[in-house]
């Protein structure tokens, strides 16, 4: 029973060191992983714009995966439209049906102001640089 608390003592400091470590490095990570909000057309031809959860794909993908043959690695340095990812590319190297689903409900990318499909993006953006 004794060893049983000191167990439990010793995983809730340890939780609660490595919490404060992550809340130290936060910042950054979130400048370069957050949600990113891609909107160079969307509002100006009445879609909602798009939140591309960065760190749901960098969790199961390789940087090299995208970067920097698919996207630039700048926010706003690629210009990516519906045509573009139809023919299959950006986003539609893997939104095709095969890789991932394939976009043809709308509401899962354009979520900006309203994420109707409950998706699990932080909602959060990046800051500016
Ligand atoms: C896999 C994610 C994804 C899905 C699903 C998706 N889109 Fe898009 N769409 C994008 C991205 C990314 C852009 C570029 C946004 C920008 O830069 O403004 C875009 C841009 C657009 C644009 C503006 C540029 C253009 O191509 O005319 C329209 C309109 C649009 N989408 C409509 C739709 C409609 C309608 C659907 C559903 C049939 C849809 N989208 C589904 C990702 C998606
Ligand atoms: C599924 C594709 C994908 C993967 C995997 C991915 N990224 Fe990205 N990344 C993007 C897209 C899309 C953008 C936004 C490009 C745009 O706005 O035109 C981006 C933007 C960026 C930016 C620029 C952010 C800014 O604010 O300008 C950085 C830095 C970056 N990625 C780093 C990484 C790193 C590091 C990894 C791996 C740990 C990674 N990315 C994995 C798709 C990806
Ligand atoms: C390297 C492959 C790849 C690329 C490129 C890619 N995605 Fe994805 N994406 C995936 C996979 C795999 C999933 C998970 C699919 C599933 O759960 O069935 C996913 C899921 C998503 C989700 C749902 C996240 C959630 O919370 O469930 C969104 C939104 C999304 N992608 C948007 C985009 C947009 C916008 C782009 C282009 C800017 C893009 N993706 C480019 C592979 C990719």
């Given at each position: 029973?004794?060893?049983?608390?000191?167990?439990?003592?010793?995983?809730?400091?340890?939780?609660?060191?490595?919490?404060?470590?992550?809340?130290?490095?936060?910042?950054?990570?979130?400048?370069?992983?957050?949600?990113?909000?891609?909107?160079?057309?969307?509002?100006?031809?009445?879609?909602?714009?798009?939140?591309?959860?960065?760190?749901?794909?960098?969790?199961?993908?390789?940087?090299?995966?995208?970067?920097?043959?698919?996207?630039?690695?700048?926010?706003?340095?690629?210009?990516?439209?519906?045509?573009?990812?139809?023919?299959?590319?950006?986003c539609g190297k893997c939104h095709n049906?095969?890789?991932?689903?394939?976009?043809?409900?709308?509401?899962?990318?354009?979520?900006?102001?309203?994420?109707?499909?409950?998706?699990?993006?932080?909602?959060?953006?990046?800051?500016?640089?």
């Amino acid at each position: 029973m004794r060893h049983f608390r000191f167990l439990m003592v010793s995983l809730v400091l340890l939780a609660a060191v490595t919490g404060l470590v992550w809340v130290g490095f936060a910042p950054k990570a979130d400048a370069e992983y957050a949600d990113i909000i891609i909107n160079k057309h969307a509002d100006k031809e009445g879609m909602q714009p798009v939140m591309f959860p960065h760190w749901f794909h960098r969790i199961r993908f390789k940087c090299k995966a995208c970067h920097e043959d698919i996207f630039i690695m700048k926010r706003g340095a690629n210009d990516i439209n519906m045509s573009t990812i139809m023919k299959g590319n950006h986003c539609g190297k893997c939104h095709n049906g095969r890789i991932a689903w394939a976009p043809l409900q709308c509401g899962l990318c354009h979520s900006v102001g309203g994420n109707p499909d409950g998706l699990l993006t932080t909602g959060t953006q990046a800051p500016p640089k």
